[in-house]
């Protein structure tokens, strides 16, 4: 048995991925475009793993998994400076 997908499974993939990035393109935020942190912060905060999260936006999963570290460090903190 092969550990690797059905070509038509991949095809589709690569597809939901390109509509993903281009919803996530539509986004704007102040008239400004979502920057990569934004980006990964939403598909994060839809249940994608980070190495969907790094297939769809073209990333090395170590850059995902890095802004996700960093993203919820920012919010960790914010949730203290609340909480005084």
Same mark, same amino acid.
Request: hydrophobic residues 30%.
């Given at each position: 048995?092969?550990? *690797? @997908?059905?070509?038509? +499974?991949?095809?589709?993939?690569?597809? =939901?991925? &390109? %509509? /993903?990035?281009? @919803? =996530?393109? /539509?986004? *704007? %935020?102040?008239?400004?475009? =979502?920057?990569?942190?934004?980006?990964? !912060? %939403? =598909?994060?905060?839809?249940?994608?793993?980070? &190495?969907?999260?790094?297939?769809?936006?073209?990333?090395?999963?170590? +850059?995902? !998994?890095?802004? /996700? !570290? @960093?993203?919820?460090? !920012?919010?960790?903190?914010?949730?203290?400076?609340?909480? *005084?």
């Amino acid at each position: 048995m092969s550990d *690797e @997908l059905p070509e038509w +499974y991949q095809r589709l993939e690569r597809r =939901l991925d &390109t %509509i /993903l990035v281009m @919803l =996530l393109d /539509l986004i *704007e %935020i102040n008239r400004k475009p =979502l920057s990569e942190r934004e980006k990964i !912060s %939403i =598909l994060d905060s839809g249940g994608l793993r980070p &190495t969907d999260i790094a297939r769809a936006l073209g990333k090395k999963p170590k +850059y995902v !998994s890095k802004e /996700l !570290s @960093l993203i919820r460090k !920012s919010k960790k903190g914010k949730k203290e400076e609340e909480g *005084e």
